[in-house]
């Protein structure tokens, strides 16, 4: 008797050791994009809204435009992998005629809430679940949130230089 409840002990123990592991991935995970949302809004705060409509050239997205983008992948990404209906429509953000300083940080601000107030809400197991992104790329839940992070932070990046050509000066690199 004493080597059944050892066992199960044993098996209690690491399975909640296993718990906690997962639980600290999904709380870091949230550290990571409310840090991406600081950072974020560095940005949109360190370019003058003059600069909002900046192209570097005629074919490429404006300075607003690029973060709207951002702000659609935060959307629809994050509806794919945690279930949450997203308030807008696939492009809706980009499309938006209202393009000033105020209005785009107002709605990329809010994009990245919708990312950090549903990741909350998920478990650890939920994590692991296998979903099929964009009706296209088979990925766990956790896969697809890792690519979310990844778009973001490609087209925030890529407006440092529409800050350098505005005469900005790009935030410090936010790591921590």
């Known amino acids: 008797m004493k080597a059944k409840n050892l066992v199960l002990t044993l098996f209690l123990v690491l399975g909640l050791s296993g718990f906690a592991q997962a639980q600290t991935s999904i709380d870091e995970m949230v550290k990571d994009w409310e840090r991406a949302k600081a950072y974020t809004k560095e940005y949109l705060d360190a ?18 435009e690029q973060m709207l983008h951002l702000t659609d992948g935060n959307y629809g990404f994050a509806a794919a992998a945690t279930g949450a209906k997203s308030p807008i429509g696939q492009g809706e953000s980009e499309k938006s005629a209202d393009k000033s300083k105020a209005s785009v940080t107002k709605q990329v ?15 650890p197991a939920q994590l692991n679940e296998s979903i099929k992104l964009f009706n296209q790329f088979d990925m766990t839940k956790k896969a697809a949130l890792d690519k979310l992070f990844e778009h973001q932070t490609h087209h925030r990046g890529q407006t440092t ?12 690199e936010k790591l921590f």
């Open 47 to 64: 370019m003058p809204e003059s600069g909002y409509a900046l192209k570097p050239t005629p074919e490429m997205r404006s300075f607003a």
């Open 161 to 172: 230089v529409y800050l350098r050509l505005a005469g900005a000066t790009p935030p410090q």
């Open 109 to 123: 601000m809010a994009g990245y809430d919708f990312v950090i107030n549903n990741l909350k809400k998920m478990t």
